[in-house]
């Protein structure tokens, strides 16, 4: 009896399951984020940075010109920050889902220029952007 030949995918299978599970777990976080781009020439025209993380972590460090304005609270605390629903919003968070939350929540409050910049460091490639 001859000895099985045995195919890369069988020997591997289960690493090839696993990057394709990463590979659209971060296609699905990008999904319905602005482009850094965007974002940046945004600020360039005068876009508010809002980092929607709780005031501790705000104060353990924070990005020059974000206003700290918790998830908690945005409901109740941005309209007395930004009367003009039409004025462009950057949203911004540890990780991207606070602030993909607290896009969904100001839209349905009737903001329409508000956009999910993402995590810390896509906002901090952001603000580094406008400033080039």
Not at 39 to 46: I, S, V
Not at 109 to 131: D, H, I, M, P, W
Request: contains cysteine; positive net charge.
């Amino acid at each position: 009896m001859l000895p099985r030949r045995v195919t890369l995918f069988a020997m591997y299978w289960p690493a090839y399951i696993l990057l394709a599970l990463l590979l659209v777990f971060l296609w699905t976080r990008r999904v319905g984020q602005i482009p850094v781009k965007a974002a940046a020439a945004y600020l360039k025209n005068g876009a508010m940075l809002i980092d929607v993380r709780s005031p501790s972590e705000f104060a353990s460090r924070h990005l020059p010109r974000a206003v700290n304005v918790p998830l908690s609270g945005i409901e109740s605390a941005l309209p007395r920050l930004v009367q003009d629903k039409h004025r462009v919003l950057l949203l911004h968070c540890q990780s991207g889902m606070r602030s993909g939350v607290a896009t969904k929540t100001l839209t349905r409050s009737g903001y329409t220029q508000v956009f999910n910049v993402g995590s810390y460091s896509r906002a901090e490639s952001t603000v580094k952007a406008s400033l080039a």
